[in-house]
């Protein structure tokens, strides 16, 4: 396939530059992010917890104990090409020299004189302390570009850490279902939950974000409707399936599950 092609192109020229794989505006990505394997990189994740691994040269999709939702993005590292992204990437912070090196690698591969905001991770989440304040660093440095970057995170302890000096060009949601959900209250982030249905969202008088223009704004908690391809049989995976039943029938946008664009 034609974007398959684009991909492994994509990766590498980044391997070849020693930079970040970085996965642009597309149909899919609404925009730019650095994706990191979903799990492997999630330490708080728990209620969506799954990761992809390698098993005799076949993608195999594991999910969390407790998940109760499933990753959407998971499910994308079964295609071989978006896991060898995902690991590759991983594998570049990880070798980094601490947050200097992390810093210097995100500099070496983001372009922040594009205007357009950027999404941290589509996939993956900030792994430790150092990675976070890398990005921490790396925002304040991008003020005077007037650069937003924003991300959902279940990696509250790290934001809780630094919640002093989050620059105001660094739009951070708390996304329930971590293993540290208690801290979003009671430091009053901002925060986003999974719904199964949109009446969900009218009991808590939250909007539903389907475009992440909430989630750039950052001023107010939303929900998001459960999207993503859901375990079989699963509570998640019959209202993913009720709510693309009910957009068909009744064309409600309500009910249109899935991230479109303007």
Known sequence: PIEWIEQQTTLKTAMLNDVLCISVDNAKHHNDSVNLPAGKSCPSALTCRAHVEIVNNTTKMTDGKFAITRCFSATSELRRDVYNICDYNFKMLRSCDGVNGMYDLLKRSINTLDFKPFRIHDDGDFFNQ???????????????????????????????NRINDIPKNLRLIASYGGVHDELIKKYNLI??????????????????????????????DFCLLIHGTQKAESKSSKAKAFLDREFKRTGDIRFKSSYTRK
Do not use: C, G, M
Not at 131 to 154: C, H, M, R
């Open 130 to 160: 150092k990675y976070f304040d890398a990005w921490v660093q790396f925002a304040i440095d991008s003020l005077e570009n007037e650069k937003i970057f924003y991300a959902y995170t279940k990696s509250i302890p790290y934001w809780i």
């Open 191 to 220: 925060s986003a939950r999974i719904i199964f249905h949109p009446d969900e969202a009218l009991k808590l008088n939250l909007p539903i974000d389907k475009h992440d223009n909430i989630a750039i704004r950052n001023n107010t």
